[in-house]
């Protein structure tokens, strides 16, 4: 009796878990179907879905792996291409245009203010929206001050610092805003080693290639299907501490004497969620020309699929520096 009763309940518990791949199988498809058809499906496991797929199985274009955007530097592995690059994803199609001085603001002011450099990774370059609409953009038509767009997608902090230096924008500017993204620190703990920069080459040519076979995608695609609903069940926010970033990022702030006259503004910017509990909000204790600002990001300030800012996230964070800049 009890053998029949434990048989039927593996049977049965075999059964409803067979129907719930299937059924978690088929939905992530279908999201994925819709995904491909320019569709968003902005419903919690549905866009989850879609998140994934556009993410994890290489359907998302990335900016630096598109050859007509960048060219190789042995220095910085890459910088945008001067000239026009078109980059367009589902939520979002752009036109990205680099001059020497860094991406175009539209803002030819002439003033006798000194003016501002923006560096940083994508969310500062401005992914996801036009040249007009970058928070730096939009700062600079706020203060009526020159601001250069001088971030790049996947810079962190050292690479964005070396890219200033060799701008030959130092003497135009008196202010530094830097974006600071959660993912800086693993870059910026091993920039500086001396065989990274030799390979840099390698890591170029790398950013090129697509590795993804119909084989693995299709394993992913089974495995995600199935954890995704229950993170969604279960999904509970980060608590990023800034603590260790913050040694590492000044340490190497540190390191450049041609910052110590420039005043300093320092915001964390990544997807809520993923960014920093306990982020400063005042002058740093070591470093007297840095202000730490921290923005409080809300999920309808960036794209729900891409996850970078969208326009409204731009011109928020733009009102909220025209502020500080208005306080100074």
């Avoid at 009890?2 to 791949?21: E, G």
């Avoid at 928070?135 to 050292?158: D, M, P, W």
């Avoid at 910026?188 to 890591?203: A, P």
């Avoid at 800034?242 to 590492?248: E, I, P, Q, Y």
């Amino acid at each position: 009796m009890i053998f029949q009763l434990t048989k039927k309940f593996f049977k049965y518990f075999l059964y409803i878990i067979f129907s719930y791949f299937i059924i978690a199988f088929s939905t992530y498809t279908i999201s994925a179907i819709f995904l491909v058809k320019d569709k968003i499906l902005n419903y919690k496991v549905l866009i989850n879905y879609q998140r994934n797929f556009y993410h994890q199985l290489g359907f998302r274009k990335i900016w630096q792996a598109q050859s007509e955007c960048v060219d190789y530097d042995k220095e910085l592995i890459y910088v945008p291409r001067i000239g026009k690059c078109l980059f367009k994803n589902p939520e979002f199609t752009t036109e990205l245009n680099f001059t020497k001085e860094g991406r175009q603001t539209g803002n030819n002011l002439i003033s006798d203010s000194k003016g501002v450099a923006v560096i940083g990774d994508s969310m500062a370059m401005g992914w996801g929206v036009n040249d007009n609409q970058t928070f730096a953009s939009l700062l600079g038509k706020e203060i009526k001050v020159k601001v250069y767009n001088l971030a790049v997608s996947s810079y962190a902090t050292e690479r964005s610092i070396i890219r200033l230096k060799n701008s030959n924008l130092l003497k135009k500017i008196d202010t530094i805003i830097i974006q600071y993204c959660p993912n800086d620190y693993g870059e910026n703990l091993t920039h500086t080693n001396k065989k990274e920069f030799d390979i840099s080459k390698n890591k170029y040519e790398k950013i090129f290639i697509k590795e993804q076979s119909f084989l693995k995608g299709l394993r992913k695609i089974a495995r995600y299907s199935f954890k995704i609903p229950f993170e969604v069940i279960t999904f509970k926010r980060d608590q990023l501490s800034w603590r260790g970033h913050d040694t590492l990022f000044e340490e190497i702030i540190s390191k450049y004497d041609f910052l110590k006259d420039k005043k300093i503004i320092v915001m964390s910017m990544n997807y809520p969620g993923d960014n920093f509990y306990d982020f400063p909000n005042d002058k740093s204790p070591k470093l007297q020309n840095i202000k730490y600002l921290d923005i409080k990001y809300e999920d309808e300030d960036f794209y729900p699929l891409d996850m970078h800012l969208n326009i409204d996230g731009h011109k928020k964070v733009a009102k909220i520096l025209s502020k500080t800049f208005q306080k100074k």
